[in-house]
Nanobody, 121 residues
Framework: QVQLVESGGGLVQAGGSLRLSCAASGRTSSIYRMGWFRQAPGKQRESVASIRWSVFNLEEKYAESVKGRFTISRDNAKNTVYLQMNSLKPEDTAVYYC????????????WGQGTQVTVSS
């Protein structure tokens, strides 16, 4: 099994930046892809960004709403995935979760506890 712990959330003014971290432990060698998701109050959870775990293939993906502002990256030596968030907007306010999937045809089945990001206008 894979365990995930997020950190780095907080309160920031619009236009500011935050970097989220997600530390993975357990069977990290079985991870295929890591993703960041978010859920705002009263809204469904949505995918924000994802990245392949392989050192040979990044294959980053982004939601249209964050392209050009958010960057996902990973440090395999530290078993950590990051989400650098720039030019933050009030609509980015949400609980952010990281998740892992263990194969290309599998759902994300390991989730962190979430970290709150609040962007004030």
């Amino acid at each position: 099994q894979v365990q995930l712990v997020e950190s780095g959330g907080g309160l920031v003014q619009a236009g500011g930046s935050l970097r989220l971290s997600c530390a993975a432990s357990g069977r990290t060698s079985s991870i295929y892809r890591m993703g960041w998701f978010r859920q705002a109050p009263g809204k469904q959870r949505e995918s924000v960004a994802s990245i392949r775990w392989s050192v040979f293939n990044l294959e980053e993906k982004y939601a249209e709403s964050v392209k050009g502002r958010f960057t996902i990256s990973r440090d395999n030596a530290k078993n950590t995935v990051y989400l650098q968030m720039n030019s933050l907007k009030p609509e980015d306010t949400a609980v952010y979760y990281c998740a892992a999937k263990l194969g290309p045809a599998m759902d994300y089945n390991a989730w962190g506890q979430g970290t709150q990001v609040t962007v004030s206008s």
